[in-house]
């Protein structure tokens, strides 16, 4: 069974500037971009340090520098994530952690983070994951890693 990682410190995010709907979806974001912002925003949180929306732009901004459109659909997903965590199939997923105000989330979650369509939602100017396709992502990717 692969490690459990840290999501970092619970907090709400704001939104960037819209990006074409068309484009979110045709830039492929690795599972590893995912992973370095979550494991860099980590790192900050137990140093003391803040680890907001503003630093994960920056994180992203600076790992990135002049791909802007990478940073916006890095931070569009993270953001889905985050209200993918209200959801109750992602309690076999994370482990909360208040001690340390972390959630500690398996990896196939962030694998699926990556892969995952964006939906728009219409009128709000953001974007969703579809709950069931996202679920069925992550239950893809345990299975790849022998962890169902």
């Given at each position: ?42 790192a ?5 340090e803040?680890a907001?929306w ?5 994180v ?7 791909d802007?459109?990478?940073v916006?659909?890095?931070?569009a997903r993270?953001?889905?994530?985050v209200e ?6 992602m ?10 105000d972390?959630?500690?989330t ?20 953001r ?20 962890q169902?």
């Amino acid at each position: 069974m692969r490690a459990i990682v840290e999501t970092g410190p619970r907090h709400t995010m704001e939104p960037l500037p819209p990006l074409p709907f068309e484009k979110v979806n045709e830039l492929v974001i690795q599972p590893e971009e995912i992973l370095y912002l979550v494991q860099e925003m980590t790192a900050r949180a137990r140093r003391g340090e803040t680890a907001d929306w503003h630093t994960s732009i920056a994180v992203l901004a600076r790992k990135y520098r002049g791909d802007p459109d990478r940073v916006y659909c890095i931070s569009a997903r993270i953001r889905c994530l985050v209200e993918m965590m209200k959801d109750s199939r992602m309690a076999a997923w994370v482990r909360a952690a208040p001690e340390l105000d972390y959630s500690l989330t398996k990896e196939p979650v962030f694998r699926a983070t990556a892969r995952c369509p964006l939906v728009l939602i219409r009128g709000e100017k953001r974007y969703r994951f579809d709950p069931d396709v996202f679920f069925r992502i992550v239950l893809e990717e345990a299975e790849a890693e022998g962890q169902t």
